[in-house]
């Protein structure tokens, strides 16, 4: 290395790390104020804004659906959702499936029974159930409809097949005093098509007949509230 190269060397300027590390921090402090920024707009556009235009169209347009689908008595009183099915046991009304999401069509629990095709304990209460439906429908054509006994899979299907719903009709008609031909009209005004004519199966959303029955045939009488059950073998009797 020659002395001119070396006095050059000597007197080029040497970068000072204090102003190499200052302009880190500034360049840190503008990338995090970006990365805020972005998350603030991303918030505001995709947790408020996209979410309240939504609600507002589907309320604007669809506003039943939109609000849960609901279903109102003949008095405006809230009975219910079209979308999660109910327990009925007056025979005045048709009764949807059996139900294994809590207590029955808890829509906390949804869920199905899991027991399979070899399960002793579902063969046992389908077998209790074509029972109980069989000595309820005696002027009902056999084989009881399969929809009848088993679970869905949500444990909140609302819905039946239209000849599941037809196949109660007897019974309902008698419960209620009136010819099975009038009942047979209200399930069938309430058939509903495959979704765009392609999707799904006609059926028959059980809350709406029965609420269709009641403005049509008058709420049906109330159900005697059931026995005592016996006292078991051996147990000593109440006190008086």
Do not use: C
Request: proline share 9%; glycine share 10%.
């Amino acid at each position: 290395m020659t002395h001119a190269t070396v006095a050059n060397l000597k007197g080029a300027p040497v970068p000072r790390v204090t102003d190499s590390a200052a302009a880190n921090r500034a360049t840190s402090s503008r990338e995090i104020v970006i990365a805020l920024r972005i998350t603030l707009v991303t918030l505001v556009l995709t947790g408020l804004v996209y979410p309240l235009v939504l609600t507002g169209v589907a309320q604007g347009l669809f506003r039943g659906r939109a609000g849960g689908s609901l279903a109102v008595d003949e008095k405006g009183v809230v009975v219910g959702s079209e979308l999660i099915g109910q327990t009925f046991t007056n025979p005045a009304y048709l009764q949807g499936r059996p139900s294994a999401a809590g207590n029955g069509y808890d829509a906390t629990a949804s869920s199905g029974s899991n027991l399979g095709p070899t399960s002793k304990k579902l063969r046992d209460r389908v077998v209790a159930d074509i029972d109980r439906l069989r000595k309820e429908n005696p002027d009902a054509p056999l084989p009881v409809p399969g929809e009848l006994v088993t679970t869905s899979a949500s444990g909140l299907d609302p819905d039946l097949s239209p000849a599941a719903a037809l196949w109660q009709v007897e019974r309902i008609a008698r419960a209620r005093h009136v010819t099975p031909d009038r009942v047979h009209q209200v399930v069938e005004s309430r058939v509903q098509g495959r979704d765009l004519g392609v999707f799904g199966e006609p059926r028959v959303n059980v809350l709406a007949v029965n609420l269709a029955l009641d403005r049509q045939f008058g709420r049906a009488a109330a159900m005697p509230p059931a026995p005592p059950a016996p006292p078991a073998a051996g147990a000593a009797p109440a006190a008086k």
